[in-house]
């Protein structure tokens, strides 16, 4: 049968081309996974068999600038749980959550938290109890992937002291993760959130340790591929002075006391006191040597998990945000602590002759002027006499002050805005560039940025003239400029310096322990700004007059340091009581001891708490005694009263 | 030369000249190619265990010999004479398939195992080779025309086994016999529009068994995991869906071997069991990894080498049986390889189906090598 021979040959030769194209099918996906494709597979299989577990490295410590421990850790005991068994054991959540008294609900949601990795344990409890571990513990095949550890954790031996200062640690959130892509960091790890620990976060975080491990398809250890211990951190040296720091939190809570508990008699009500903040700065080199705000807040409460009312409450206005650093983010007006920037620029320009008296009659007319806004006053209405430069500034006399604004104003041709320049040599209108986050940078307003403003956003700014009033307010630290307490300490340190300015310093170096001692591993050196001299035709008025402030029986803050060793110690100062719309007065004290060689400035401000002299000026005079090592033998108690 | 038939005896050593001794030292390439790699996807699994790293691979070398024994003693009868035993054969395995209902021992949710001792016997292996014979024998009797009548009756036939091993179930040998006797029918002399029309018919039986849903939920798992690779970059768990858990590290242990592959024995998928089934169903993927681009290709070619001699003894043997016999042996062999390697490699369905001589397991190798021993008869008598 030619036929069917012939047939079965076409058919089988059908079969072989069938086979021929399923033989290239399997070659041409060979090719594709193991050419194309490959470098995925081969990441993929990686991961598959290998687990990295990270250890966490202790953070280094916090100082104070003679070695006291400010921040330290402590070890706590950690419960944690592993994603994977947690997932093909779900009673065992049911268990932990009954022995640590938690809701499963809150385990289930940690066990899920995308930024655990799948591989690390997840921690559950950071301060279980030793009984909760010893049951963990002895019943092991009740809790499969249930481990009891240890893991050092922040602890903070003088409780809220310098909270604002030092910061606080907590889990990274998932864009602090993002910001630091390739910087060591894993989902869970601790990060600092705020001020010495956010800002040293390099030196304060050590190399966490890393372990390799190859692991079966069961999840059984099959070896160690890699491993290294973790390094802990450096220590962090602050510049601050804990003595210092400790009188000045004391007396700026003491104050804050004291002027809820006075009267009033503009407001007719106690004052409101809600904040308040005090700096304590060497002016030879910029060191913070103390740095405080009001109300503060306890670093300790952030350790192992904040929950989310309690931070709520952290930042709320009704408390006052007590999170908020006032020391570097506050801004007011500095009221009559300004006038220090008038002085310099009078008497720099050669504006006003040292000699020059005005005879202040507790109001100033304006000259020219047409209106209801012609006449300004004293505080108090207070008729001063006959004041020059040195007087003005004892008594604080606004008159004398609003004189010389409007001279400067008439004279705008020739001396240009020559307040608003000594304030900015003093370093106020900028940020002051201290490592810390938050900080704000206050304003120096001038005809120029009144204008800018206007053109910006005329309905918020109708008004984008200058005239002899703004100088006028200018001239005594009213209108629209704003300081902060740090900007403050700065201008006083930078003018009891001759002029020279620092970037404010609130670490001096980084050190880690060995065991031949401490060794430095990084110095943060003083920064020193633009300087500009200042003669001593300028200074000296300037100095016997904020000296006066202190000592001279008409001096504004006199009754302050009433019984202070000024003949040691003489303190230079200024008060100041800034008014702000709506609210009351804003109460400021800035100085500097000793006069003739300069070691501590000081800035106090108190929001909505009275008089500079009565209020704030005491806080001054609380810390110098603190600074200068004097006790209740040698130094009288403050007494509180003046007028500005 | 022509004239008369040899006696039994002598003939065979005359026959034996004419053998394709090529083909039987790809196959025993390939088996000794198997055996490496079950060795290797079995040492660390039964060291884990606590057993002799080779004692499985020493039962595959005892399958691999005594599978060439097999083959040997089949080339020894005359084909021709296996043409007349062809009724008793389908009836001694349908007897078998039936006997291994009550008497058999179930291993992983599949009835197909009768338990000797030592080792297992799978009726279902010989089952295949049993049919390509039936199968070959009874189309062959029509010279080459199959009416439409004849084709039902070559399937109302073959439904018989093939439904016994369906309901095991063992859905992938089920689909071997199909291809096979799709293969015999089409060279046997099924008409063209028969052909078409059984085509029309397979599909329409896919959507009728996908709609009603008939299919056990690994089956739909086993689908739906072919169906969905998109996310194969995602790792599954085991116990989440066990089949795209075992595509997903089957396609990883073979796409990272890479060009040339890991080395024997240095395998990570291997070594540390990512692979489920991976000395049986899934051992294309130790080669895949180990050995890489360059051991698949190696396989590839042997395997296209050993389809393309068995295809040769097809189209060169003496009758139609001969031809439908190695049509049916190639069928068979092509569709295992196919299936098995295209489903590590994701681009057929997961089905537990050996990879012939390669796979680790006494049945599938012996059945193997007899079907082998069966295109090696027809090759060696095409003169005689």
């Not at chain 1, 081969?42 to 921040?71: K, S, T, W, Y």
């Not at chain 2, 000249?17 to 390439?29: G, P, Q």
């Amino acid at each position: 049968m030619p036929d069917a021979q012939g047939s079965a040959h076409l058919r089988l030769t059908i079969v072989g081309i069938v086979v021929l194209s399923l033989f290239a099918a399997l070659t041409s996906r060979a090719i594709y996974l193991q050419v194309m494709d490959s470098s995925a597979f081969q990441v993929q299989a990686r991961e598959n068999r290998v687990r990295v577990v990270f250890e966490p490295a202790p953070r280094g410590r916090i100082l104070d600038r003679n070695d006291q421990v400010i921040v330290d850790n402590r070890v706590a005991n950690v419960i944690t749980l592993s994603r994977d068994s947690a997932v093909k054991n779900p009673a065992v959540i049911d268990r932990l959550a009954a022995l640590l008294h938690i809701d499963a609900q809150t385990i289930k949601a940690r066990a899920t938290d995308v930024r655990f990795s799948p591989y690390t344990p997840i921690p559950i409890v950071d301060e279980a109890s030793e009984e909760a571990i010893v049951y963990v513990r002895e019943h092991q095949d009740d809790f499969p992937g249930v481990e009891a550890s240890r893991a050092a954790e922040r602890s903070y031996p003088h409780g809220t002291l310098a909270a604002h200062l030092v910061g606080y640690v907590g889990k990274a959130s998932q864009e602090e993760l993002d910001a630091r892509k390739g910087g060591n960091y894993q989902p869970g790890d601790e990060i600092g959130k705020g001020g010495v620990e956010l800002a040293y976060e390099p030196w304060l975080r050590g190399t966490p340790g890393e372990t390799r491990l190859e692991v079966d398809s069961g999840d059984r250890i099959v070896r160690t591929l890699f491993h290294r211990d973790p390094v802990p951190g450096h220590d962090v040296r602050l510049t601050i002075d804990l003595n210092v720091q400790t009188a000045t939190e004391a007396a700026l809570q003491r104050a804050m006391n004291a002027a809820h508990g006075s009267f009033d008699r503009n407001a007719r009500k106690s004052f409101v006191a809600p904040g308040g903040a005090a700096v304590v700065m060497d002016p030879r080199d910029g060191s913070i040597r103390a740095i405080a705000s009001y109300p503060n807040f306890d670093p300790a409460s952030f350790v192992g998990g904040i929950s989310t009312e309690q931070f709520k409450a952290l930042s709320a206005p009704e408390a006052h945000a007590p999170l908020n650093d006032r020391a570097i983010g506050g801004e007011y007006a500095p009221g009559s602590t300004f006038k220090l920037a008038t002085a310099i620029a009078a008497l720099d320009t050669h504006l006003l002759d040292p000699r020059t008296t005005v005879v202040d009659t507790g109001k100033y007319t304006l000259k020219n002027c047409l209106g209801d806004r012609c006449v300004f006053h004293n505080a108090g209405n207070e008729a001063h006499g006959p004041v020059n430069i040195t007087k003005a500034i004892t008594v604080s006399s606004d008159v004398f002050f609003y004189g010389l604004g409007a001279q400067f104003w008439n004279g705008r041709a020739t001396y240009g805005d020559a307040i608003q320049k000594e304030a900015r040599a003093l370093g106020l209108g900028t940020k002051t560039g201290i490592a810390l986050i938050g900080e704000h940078a206050g304003r120096v307003p001038d005809p120029a940025s009144r204008l800018a403003a206007h053109n910006a956003n005329p309905k918020a700014f109708p008004n984008g003239g200058w005239r002899t009033g703004d100088n006028i307010n200018l001239s005594i630290g009213q209108g629209e400029v704003l300081v902060t307490p740090l900007q403050l300490a700065q201008a006083y340190s930078a003018f009891a310096a001759g002029g020279k300015r620092f970037v404010p310093r609130v670490a001096s170096d980084a050190l880690t322990m060995t065991p031949n001692g401490p060794k430095i591993v990084a110095t943060f050196d003083a920064k020193p700004i633009d300087s500009v001299a200042l003669n001593g035709e300028v200074v000296q008025p300037i100095v016997a007059g904020l000296e006066g402030v202190v000592s001279d029986p008409r001096g504004t803050a006199v009754n302050a340091f009433a019984g202070f060793p000024l003949s040691q110690f003489p303190v230079a100062g200024k008060t100041g009581t800034a008014q702000v719309r709506g609210k009351q007065d804003t109460a400021l004290f800035a100085a500097y001891a000793p006069a003739d060689n300069p070691q501590w400035a000081v800035s106090v401000i108190l929001e909505e708490a009275g008089f500079g002299g009565s209020v704030a000026a005491p806080v001054a005079r609380r810390l110098f005694d603190a600074a200068f090592g004097l006790t209740r033998a040698n130094t009288a108690d403050v007494v509180a009263s003046g007028i500005d | 030369m022509l004239a008369s038939r040899p006696q039994e005896g002598r003939g065979f050593l005359a026959a034996w000249r004419h053998a394709d001794h090529a083909l039987i030292v790809a196959a025993m390439a390939v088996a000794a190619l198997g055996t490496l790699v079950v060795f290797s996807a079995t040492r660390h699994r039964l060291k884990a265990q606590g057993l002799a790293e080779t004692s499985t691979v020493s039962k595959q070398v005892l399958f691999v010999v005594v599978g060439l024994a097999v083959m040997l003693l089949i080339t020894f009868v005359d084909y021709r004479n296996l043409r007349p035993l062809a009724p008793y054969l389908f009836i001694g395995t349908v007897v078998m398939l039936l006997a291994v209902v009550p008497l058999g021992t179930n291993v992983k949710g599949t009835q197909a195992r009768f338990d000797l001792g030592p080792f297992q016997f799978q009726p279902s292996e010989w089952a295949k080779i049993a049919v390509v014979i039936c199968v070959a024998a009874f189309c062959a009797q029509f010279r080459g025309q199959l009416t439409g009548g004849q084709i039902i009756g070559v399937l109302l036939l073959s439904a018989v086994p093939i439904g016994l091993i369906y309901e095991q179930p063992d859905l992938g040998t089920a689909l071997v016999f199909m291809a096979i006797l799709l293969g015999v029918l089409a060279v046997g002399g099924a008409r063209p529009r028969h052909l078409a029309f059984l085509a029309a018919l397979a599909v329409t039986a896919v959507v009728v068994v996908l709609q009603l849903g008939v299919l056990k939920a690994y089956q739909l798992d086993r689908l739906g995991a072919f169906l969905d690779q998109q996310d194969s970059a995602q790792r599954v768990a085991y116990d989440v869906n066990p089949a795209k858990y075992n595509l997903n590290q089957s396609k990883i242990a073979i796409g990272s071997g890479g060009i040339t592959g890991k080395g024997l024995f240095k395998g990570t998928q291997t070594n540390l069991a990512y692979v489920p089934e991976q000395s049986t169903d899934f051992v294309f993927t130790v080669i895949g990894e180990e050995l890489g681009l360059m051991g698949s290709a190696l396989l590839i070619g042997l395997f296209g080498f050993i389809v393309w001699r068995i295809w040769r003894a097809a189209a060169t043997a003496r009758d139609l049986f001969g031809t439908l016999v190695c049509v049916g042996v190639l069928c068979m062999f092509v569709f295992q390889i196919f299936e098995n390697m295209g489903m590590t490699m994701g681009i057929m369905p997961i089905t537990g189906i050996p990879l012939p001589f390669v796979s680790y397991g006494g049945s599938s190798t012996l059945a193997a090598f007899a079907g082998l021993g069966l295109v090696l008869n027809v090759g060696m008598r095409r003169f005689s």
